[in-house]
């Protein structure tokens, strides 16, 4: 929740996500004339902006939209977008679906799902760690870790044997 901080509120969403995209350049970086300079910084922008729409498309959000007129879980679904662009290896969502709206979770589930990378998760929201997790951790007083496959087994284990409950996310 407090990601959307990142959010500029009189920038469109187009423009907000577009802030966030790093194109290199790879031409020929040693004889730079303004001419090429100037080509290369509207290809750029122009990469940019298709990789913003594309963006767009897949948070099914206006990108014409201000951030200033969205709700909450539309920033948060726009900050999500924006963190997942550059592949990070880990993701940790913490208390993800706070706030979110039905629609946002389902989002937020299938881009999980669909995540490369790997995900901690830290949530008490069951249906949201039950389609999004594959492996559930418990670690006991004495330091030993159980691993469990599903959420149920692992929480009555848990509970009983007073465990720290970890998830292993997608």
Same mark, same amino acid.
């Given at each position: 929740?407090?990601?959307?901080?990142?959010?500029?509120?009189?920038?469109?969403?187009?423009?907000?996500?577009?802030?966030?995209?790093?194109?290199?350049? +790879?031409?020929? &970086?040693?004889?730079?004339?303004?001419?090429? =300079?100037?080509?290369?910084?509207?290809?750029?922008?122009?990469?940019?902006?298709? =990789?913003? *729409?594309?963006?767009?498309?897949?948070?099914?959000?206006?990108?014409?939209?201000?951030?200033?007129? /969205?709700? #909450?879980?539309?920033?948060?679904?726009?900050?999500?977008? !924006?963190?997942?662009? +550059?592949?990070?290896?880990? /993701?940790?969502? &913490?208390?993800?679906? +706070?706030?979110?709206?039905?629609?946002?979770?389902? #989002?937020? !589930?299938?881009?999980?799902?669909? *995540? =490369?990378?790997? !995900?901690?998760?830290?949530?008490?929201?069951?249906?949201?760690?039950?389609?999004?997790?594959?492996?559930?951790?418990?670690? +006991?007083?004495?330091?030993?870790?159980?691993?469990?496959? &599903? !959420?149920?087994?692992?929480?009555?284990?848990? *509970?009983?044997?007073?465990?720290?409950?970890?998830?292993? #996310?997608?």
């Amino acid at each position: 929740q407090h990601s959307t901080t990142i959010l500029d509120e009189k920038k469109t969403i187009l423009e907000n996500i577009a802030s966030f995209i790093n194109i290199e350049n +790879n031409e020929n &970086d040693n004889l730079y004339s303004d001419e090429k =300079e100037n080509k290369n910084k509207m290809s750029s922008q122009r990469q940019k902006e298709a =990789e913003a *729409y594309k963006k767009c498309s897949s948070l099914k959000l206006d990108p014409q939209r201000k951030v200033s007129d /969205l709700s #909450g879980g539309q920033k948060a679904r726009i900050c999500f977008g !924006i963190a997942i662009m +550059n592949r990070p290896h880990l /993701l940790i969502l &913490d208390e993800p679906t +706070n706030h979110l709206d039905h629609l946002t979770i389902d #989002g937020l !589930i299938e881009s999980c799902k669909n *995540y =490369e990378g790997s !995900i901690l998760v830290v949530s008490h929201d069951r249906y949201f760690l039950q389609e999004v997790c594959k492996e559930f951790v418990s670690l +006991n007083v004495h330091g030993k870790l159980k691993t469990h496959f &599903d !959420i149920k087994t692992a929480l009555e284990e848990a *509970y009983k044997d007073k465990e720290l409950f970890i998830l292993k #996310g997608a």
